[in-house]
């Protein structure tokens, strides 16, 4: 169906107005306007639910309205990530938000006789406290989400991604409209500025400083560019705004192409996003029909479009440079800088890149107003910031607090703290280059400076929480062997730099290593940090560095005792039956591959020969009573 031409605010404000009853169960207390439904089944379309089959639950749902009858009294709503991936399939049913969690299609015929025919949750599908076993019914009284403060991702779970006028009933393209019809484009660029907002893809850069540049190279022809290319393991924040909440990056763009006096846009997104590449492709093509990209948009005389380009996965092309040139279908490799693409970026025209997460504030900010967005967060770093949290923690997922939120309330209130009871070791913060931070630093507030202060950065916003069962030396090297292969290997110090480094590490956790080794290894990591081309060889030493410093004596034990006290070296680790434990049920013996354990069922304990186990761990796995030890 054709969607009606957006021409002027009057038709904005319509469209609001007959869209804003439909939200108005999932809005709660946000709005006075009747709902036409008695009931609003939100269904999550993210890429980790859909992968665990939310498609099936919706079309289940649909179904069984139509059977009962019920299509003018509850409506079924896909919507972008709610942030709880690891639970999902996610349900939430308003009015109220019940949150269910991992629900299948079988348990909509109990969900339509229990809560919707009665008002009687279901109380099996409801979040449970991982620790304690609490039920919490309602997603307000979710400790997850209790602390949290959304504003990029303030339309995901809450409106259908793929229907505009929903993204139009939460406000979406009036901060456009304020932008064309009430400033001028050095106002919206003094007004990114005196937000103090900065660059959420990684470095910190402050965005007013970066659109004014732009804004100041006199060039007919300038780019605005969306850098959609997440690369870091764990990190999908952008997927999901994008997924979520698409219209909000194509108004952002269109608010920045107006101030830095640019017509044409690109977003560039990994190709492994098929979702958010389908859902942007739907957003830019209602835009244009709808007049909201395009020529003379509200009727302003502004014009401006969007396309999308597909980025094949390589890690570099999160760098701007590199990013720039695979838009123009050249090999992804950074250069060096001056001139930054501010003066000479795409096609060497002046050119403002922002990544997805930054784009998604600009709107509220000019809505709302910039003392507004810096009224949040520290002194340096103002605004909230995406986290996606993974690792040894309990509650894994997407989140978004207050810039200056300590990793204490991260990981225990949010996070639900460590599973099965065991203590926190570390957290590395920024993914794959980032720092690995100890339990001394859990009570820092986290920000850009605050992080760098202290050996590790922001980056993108991973966090991966470590238990006691992580030998630090051993995620040393994994991160050293992730960024070493992703390298481009156009410079060397990077290039060699990394292999060196890995080469090193690898060493050390076969018990190769010598104390010589750790002081190369501190020498060699800043040499690279200092000499390397881009971000990636300049990151890519943090995690050895920042192990290095506060978890020394891991390293020390490899070396001189030739011993891994995690138990996760598989060259260095020594596996021991406790006597005491042992039951002498010989599944051990039946699951050892080369016959390394011996003793009598039933008569006497079993022990293992070191000469000729091979450490594989299976026994570990095997054993009942858990007699079997990896020291």
Not at 80 to 86: A, K, R
Not at 344 to 360: C, H, I
Not at 411 to 426: E, H, N, R, T
Not at 620 to 628: G, R
Request: glycine share 10%; net charge negative.
């Amino acid at each position: 169906m054709a969607l009606q031409k957006i021409q002027s605010l009057e038709d904005l404000n319509q469209i609001k107005e007959k869209t804003l009853p439909f939200l108005s169960l999932r809005l709660q207390n946000h709005s006075t306007v009747p709902a036409p439904y008695s009931h609003s089944i939100m269904v999550c379309a993210g890429t980790g639910c859909l992968s665990s089959n939310s498609q099936k639950v919706k079309d289940r749902l649909v179904e069984e309205i139509k059977n009962r009858k019920l299509q003018d009294k509850v409506e079924i709503v896909k919507t972008g990530c709610f942030g709880f991936c690891e639970l999902g399939p996610v349900v939430v049913v308003h009015p109220q938000g019940y949150f269910y969690c991992r629900v299948q299609p079988e348990d909509v015929t109990e969900l339509f006789d229990n809560h919707i025919a009665q008002g009687k949750p279901v109380q099996r599908l409801l979040y449970k406290n991982p620790s304690t076993g609490e039920v919490t019914e309602k997603m307000d009284d979710n400790k997850f989400f209790q602390p949290q403060t959304r504003v990029s991702l303030r339309n995901c779970g809450v409106i259908n991604p793929e229907e505009l006028k929903e993204y139009i009933a939460r406000d979406g393209y009036y901060a456009l409209a304020k932008a064309l019809m009430e400033m001028t484009p050095e106002e919206v660029v003094q007004a990114i500025t005196a937000s103090e907002l900065r660059g959420r893809g990684g470095a910190g850069f402050p965005s007013g400083k970066k659109w004014a540049f732009t804004a100041s190279v006199q060039q007919e022809m300038k780019y605005v560019v969306c850098n959609a290319d997440e690369g870091d393991p764990g990190a999908f924040m952008d997927r999901s705004i994008l997924e979520g909440d698409p219209h909000s990056i194509l108004e952002a763009m269109a608010i920045a192409a107006y101030a830095v006096g640019a017509k044409e846009g690109y977003i560039y997104v990994r190709a492994e996003y098929p979702v958010a590449v389908e859902r942007l492709e739907r957003a830019i093509e209602d835009a244009l029909q709808t007049g909201l990209l395009g020529e003379n948009i509200l009727g302003t005389g502004f014009s401006f479009t969007v396309e999308i380009r597909l980025g094949a996965g390589a890690f570099v092309c999160g760098e701007e440079t590199a990013l720039l040139r695979s838009v123009t279908g050249q090999r992804g490799e950074p250069r060096s800088r001056p001139p930054y693409p501010a003066v000479s970026g795409l096609w060497e025209k002046p050119t403002l890149l922002n990544n997805v997460e930054t784009y998604a504030n600009i709107p509220q900010i000019i809505l709302q107003g910039p003392a507004w967005f810096a009224s949040m967060g520290t002194e340096g770093s103002k605004g909230t910031k995406i986290f996606s949290l993974a690792g040894k923690i309990n509650n894994t997922g997407l989140i978004e607090v207050p810039m200056g939120t300590t990793l204490r309330t991260i990981v225990y209130d949010i996070g639900g703290g460590i599973p099965q009871g065991k203590s926190f070791k570390a957290i590395q913060t920024g993914g794959p280059s980032g720092g690995c931070l100890p339990t001394e630093h859990l009570d820092k507030p986290i920000d850009y400076d605050s992080l760098t202060e202290i050996g590790s950065m922001m980056g993108s916003g991973g966090l991966i929480v470590m238990d006691e069962s992580d030998c630090m030396v051993d995620i040393a090297r994994f991160y050293l062997e992730f960024t070493q292969d992703e390298s481009c290997g156009k410079c060397t110090p990077c290039r060699i730099g990394t292999k060196r480094l890995l080469e090193i590490v690898t060493g050390i956790t076969e018990g190769r290593g010598s104390l010589s080794d750790l002081d190369m290894l501190v020498e060699l990591g800043h040499d690279i940090q200092e000499a390397s081309l881009c971000g990636l060889g300049q990151t890519a030493p943090n995690p050895v560095l920042s192990t290095l410093e506060y978890f020394r004596d891991e390293y020390e034990a490899h070396i001189k005792e030739k011993r891994c006290p995690a138990g996760v070296c598989k060259a260095l680790a020594r596996h021991e039956i406790d006597l005491e434990k042992c039951i002498s049920c010989s599944i051990c013996t039946k699951h050892c591959p080369v016959q390394a354990i011996s003793g009598e069922r039933k008569i006497k304990p079993f022990t293992i020969n070191p000469d000729i186990c091979t450490n594989c761990g299976i026994c570990v796995e095997k054993c009942p009573p858990k007699a079997i030890l990896r020291r």
